[in-house]
């Protein structure tokens, strides 16, 4: 009978208690442009494939230098 009463006891709790979810990993949000290494301003963000650029041509070197990498 002592069993049942802390069985049920111990149930009642786990019911009550929030389970912990470990917290995910923050992304980091990208702060320079990755053609110059400029700090990239609010206003002005080229977004092409997922990643931020000052300007097109920025955009369009590390495109290139992307192409001469995988050769």
Known sequence: MVEEVTKEAVAAIAEKVPVKAEPQPVAEKQTNCLGCNKPLKKIKKYYRNGKFFCSK???????????????
């Open 57 to 71: 041509r920025c955009w369009l070197k590390a495109v290139e230098k992307s192409k001469e990498e995988k050769k």
